[in-house]
């Protein structure tokens, strides 16, 4: 039992809903901490990077729809990073299988997901899958000091008198 970081993002259908107190109260079960959360909008730049790894996939178009909120005409996710021991495994249990009508009934994508006409799996909740994923999102959607632990190495970087943290 290692600790660990694992990003949660309660997407736009989730937010439209009014499910993130009961997504969060979900989570809570895992007795992790909260190290960064914050409500955004999703560019079309940003949901591109966030799923770069699924851009041939022929459901690419409408993931970028949704992740973006253009599917519910609301563009909010809550992004969170969550932090403890075995946080990927505890987190992607309470979440359940990516596939809605797969995943447990008691889990969040279980009790709260669907499956749309067109084939999408309008789940409600990401789950970094990995520690490698879990860097990559966190670097992708927070900047350094958005996070309470400092989960990876940083550097200060400066431009004329101004310095700030960011990434390595």
């Given at each position: 039992?290692?600790?660990e970081?694992?990003v949660?993002?309660?997407?736009?259908?989730?937010?439209?809903?009014?499910?993130?107190?009961?997504?969060?109260?979900?989570l809570?079960?895992?007795?992790?901490?909260?190290?960064?959360?914050?409500?955004?909008?999703?560019s079309?730049?940003?949901?591109?990077?966030?799923?770069?790894?699924?851009?041939?996939?022929?459901?690419?178009?409408?993931?970028?729809?949704?992740?973006?909120?253009?599917?519910?005409?609301?563009?909010?996710?809550?992004?969170?990073?969550?932090?403890?021991?075995?946080?990927?495994?505890?987190?992607?249990?309470?979440?359940?299988?990516?596939?809605?009508?797969?995943?447990?009934?008691?889990?969040?994508?279980?009790?709260?997901?669907?499956?749309?006409?067109t084939?999408?799996?309008?789940?409600?909740?990401?789950?970094?899958?990995?520690?490698?994923?879990?860097?990559?999102?966190?670097?992708?959607?927070?900047?350094p000091?958005?996070?309470?632990?400092?989960?990876?190495?940083?550097?200060?970087?400066?431009v004329?008198?101004?310095?700030?943290?960011?990434?390595?």
């Amino acid at each position: 039992m290692k600790e660990e970081a694992v990003v949660v993002i309660i997407k736009p259908d989730g937010l439209k809903k009014s499910l993130t107190g009961n997504i969060l109260t979900r989570l809570s079960e895992s007795k992790l901490k909260i190290i960064g959360a914050k409500v955004i909008k999703v560019s079309l730049e940003l949901a591109g990077q966030h799923y770069h790894h699924l851009k041939e996939k022929r459901f690419y178009p409408e993931l970028i729809k949704y992740i973006t909120g253009k599917l519910h005409g609301d563009n909010r996710v809550m992004v969170l990073v969550y932090w403890g021991k075995d946080a990927i495994v505890k987190v992607r249990d309470l979440a359940g299988a990516t596939n809605p009508e797969e995943a447990s009934p008691v889990s969040i994508r279980g009790a709260y997901g669907r499956i749309l006409t067109t084939g999408l799996f309008e789940n409600v909740v990401h789950a970094s899958s990995s520690q490698e994923e879990a860097e990559r999102e966190i670097k992708l959607w927070f900047e350094p000091e958005e996070v309470v632990y400092e989960v990876y190495p940083t550097k200060i970087s400066g431009v004329e008198q101004e310095t700030r943290k960011v990434w390595k």
